[in-house]
């Protein structure tokens, strides 16, 4: 027996024996534990070299841009000072990410794949909505489904009116294991695109696509990655003298993160090793190395940042420069900010230095809007809604692109653009051909930036999570949950804040995009796997602060 089995094996020992003595206690005990006890050891520190090459001599003169997509993780609409905002009312400048957009393009109507990050993460790999090959919800562990359910009623939910979280036991027989949960081989990523065009292709960072070997980085299209499988990573060590931590004893969520998440990363198809210093600065520091290996070859990569996803966790010298903030949760948040935006200006900086700046198509968004589950009100304003929600707070998004050969400079595009058209103007640029076997939502934002495409890039964007559907079409948007049963029906050229709901004022109007949200469904399938758990999400209040009776939610589905 493989020595990871062995220790598996004992662990299950000895799990079995403990809840035989000590009953429910130890049962609650070991659903929040089982995942960190079960996962790979992290070993040492290891340096990590880059591949180096030369331009292919099918490329030679051929002057292909270098392409970067830097994703962050539940960045909320209002934490970036671009457009007078910021966290804690602008306490945290962010000059290297406002860079992108002061010196290139914003996306105005900028929207995420989804309202939560894997399936977000897909559409833009693939192009598609994610809901086209059955990659609707976010893989994650069943112990922790069964974790966000008991506690999360045990602890009278958020609040004395909140409804109840399900979970449907009855459906565990078909989930798949956690490893099994990935996107499927049969779509092919931007990655493998451009590799197939002479690219060299790099991942650093969160996956989250699918743990198993054929779902890896390496088995779709990257020639090297460095980052993690898993939902999301510790910073550094809970106990680190260089961090300050801040647990938020509300949420479930962070009940289970904080013992089962390790600090690790892998290289390549190597063993987890501790990175040597803060996540967010070391994927930082090793993407500088990364285009310096690769300065004279076109290049794709993908490097996809974990902060400011949970665990809160800052690096104390960060914390430290915000004593004006008071509020401990938020100093910590702030200071994640604003390591992420000092690690944006890292990479633009070595793209400079090496010559790369104005043939490189930069691309910065965040896979979906700020999450509730952090308690803190303001993340996504003037938005209303979370993460898990398809109001404009969960799905519209910080979206910049940059690529001085081609884009113009500080132009506001004010047409909806998604996470689906990474793919296909990533293609476009690269001179690759979209695959023509199967359906693209996504399209080459190029001519519509330009103004030789004067159109809308779409007639209509979809996005679903189990019984809960989002139609944008035009100025209209419609949602449609069944838990509770209603429809919210927004002109957001009038309404862009979502207050005005118009579904009983204009019936014409809520049936024609009823119609329009059916067919869209039809083109969709069936998940992959079950959603086992739905939790109510308030659309207009954090969790850990008190909502008065009456005040709206939707359930999420995952």
């Known amino acids: 027996m493989k020595p990871r089995l062995r220790r598996i094996a ?15 206690i130890a049962r609650d005990y070991v659903i929040l534990h089982i995942a960190g006890w079960m996962a790979p050891p992290v070993g040492e520190p290891q340096e990590v070299t880059w591949a180096t090459g030369e331009t292919p001599p099918t490329l030679a003169g051929q002057k292909r841009p270098n392409i970067v997509v830097i994703l962050a993780d539940d960045l909320g609409y209002n934490d970036l000072s671009f457009g007078g905002g910021g966290v804690a009312n602008g306490a945290v400048p962010t000059p290297n990410i406002n860079a992108i957009a002061h010196d290139g393009v914003t996306l105005a109507q900028g929207y995420a794949g989804n309202a939560t990050c894997a399936p977000s993460r897909a559409a833009i790999l693939t192009g598609r909505f994610a809901t086209r090959f059955g990659f609707e919800f976010t893989p994650v562990p069943k112990e922790f489904s069964k974790v966000i359910s008991k506690f999360r009623n045990d602890m009278g939910h958020t609040g004395p009116n909140d409804p109840p979280v399900i979970y449907h036991s009855e459906l565990e027989d078909q989930e798949p294991p956690m490893d099994d949960m990935g996107l499927p081989t049969s779509e092919t990523t931007i990655a493998a695109l451009l590799k197939s065009r002479g690219y060299h292709t790099i991942h650093l960072g969160k996956w989250h696509l699918g743990s198993a070997k054929r779902f890896q980085p390496l088995s779709v299209g990257f020639d090297e990655s460095l980052g993690f499988y898993q939902a999301a990573s510790m910073f550094l060590p809970e106990d680190d003298p260089n961090v300050v931590n801040s647990k938020q004893d509300f949420d479930p969520i962070d009940k289970f993160i904080w013992p089962n998440l390790p600090f690790g990363v892998v290289h390549n198809d190597g063993d987890y090793f501790r990175p040597k210093a803060y996540m967010t600065d070391y994927l930082a520091d090793e993407a500088v190395k990364a285009i310096h290996a690769n300065a004279k070859r076109p290049f794709f990569m993908y490097l996809a940042f974990n902060a400011v996803h949970t665990p809160l966790q800052a690096l104390k010298s960060d914390y430290d420069a915000l004593p004006q903030i008071k509020d401990h949760r938020m100093r910590v948040y702030a200071a994640m900010v604003k390591s992420l935006d000092r690690s944006v200006g890292k990479v633009t900086a070595a793209l400079k230095e090496q010559g790369l700046e104005d043939n490189t198509l930069v691309i910065f968004t965040t896979d979906n809007g700020g999450a509730h589950y952090i308690g803190l009100p303001d993340i996504n304003k003037p938005y209303r809604g979370w993460k898990a929600t398809f109001f404009e707070g969960g ?17 506001s595009y004010q047409r909806a653009a998604a996470h689906v058209d990474i793919f296909s103007t990533a293609a476009a640029a690269a001179g690759a051909a979209v695959p023509t076997d199967r359906v693209y939502d996504g399209v080459n934002l190029v001519p519509f930036i330009q103004g030789k495409d004067g159109g809308h890039p779409h007639d209509a964007l979809y996005w679903r999570s189990g019984d809960y559907s989002t139609l944008l079409a035009g100025d209209w948007k419609l949602q449609s949950a069944e838990k509770p049963k209603k429809d919210w029906l927004f002109n957001l050229k009038n309404d862009p804040t979502e207050k005005v709901d118009l579904s009983a004022k204009d019936p014409d109007k809520l049936a024609e995009l009823k119609a329009l949200m059916a067919v869209k469904s039809k083109e969709m399938v069936k998940p992959l796997w079950p959603s086992l758990l739905q939790a109510p999400v308030k659309i207009d209040y954090p969790m850990g602060l008190p909502a008065p009776p009456g005040a709206e939610y939707v359930y999420w589905s995952n």
Do not use: R
């Open 10 to 24: 004992l662990i299950l020992v000895v799990i079995v024996a403990v809840i035989a003595v000590l009953g429910p």
């Open 395 to 411: 799905i519209h998004v910080p979206f910049f692109m940059k690529w001085p050969n081609q884009l113009p400079k500080g132009v």
